[in-house]
């Protein structure tokens, strides 16, 4: 069963990562699919007819991490969700001793230069 959302069948997610220029992967959270990246942002894709920017989520994990002094905790939320937001953290070079304190409960991954 799909949705106005779902991706349609004969969509490759390799052609996406060889025009946008980016790793990606996805992982299963519960019952959702989740696209992460590794300490990269979607670059747009500036060809004729292919214009994408951000993707709902990146906007989202940006917006977070903009008002991050407003939230003390994110261990409510999926594993990979606080994951994608202390990497835009790290990416940005806006994780600070206080922040990092809000993801004291989370299972986090560790990051590998």
Request: hydrophobic share 30%; charged share 30%; glycine share 8%.
């Amino acid at each position: 069963m799909g949705g106005a959302c779902s991706r349609k069948r004969d969509h490759r997610d390799d052609e996406d990562d060889f025009h946008l220029g980016v790793s990606r992967r996805y992982c299963k959270s519960g019952s959702s699919k989740w696209l992460t990246t590794s300490f990269t942002r979607p670059v747009l894709d500036i060809q004729p007819g292919r214009e994408k920017g951000p993707s709902l989520m990146d906007l989202c994990i940006r917006k977070i991490c903009k008002d991050i002094d407003k939230y003390n905790t994110f261990s409510m939320l999926p594993r990979d969700i606080s994951q994608q937001i202390i990497n835009e953290l790290v990416y940005s070079g806006c994780l600070t001793d206080v922040s990092f304190e809000g993801f004291r409960d989370c299972a986090l991954q560790v990051a590998h230069s």
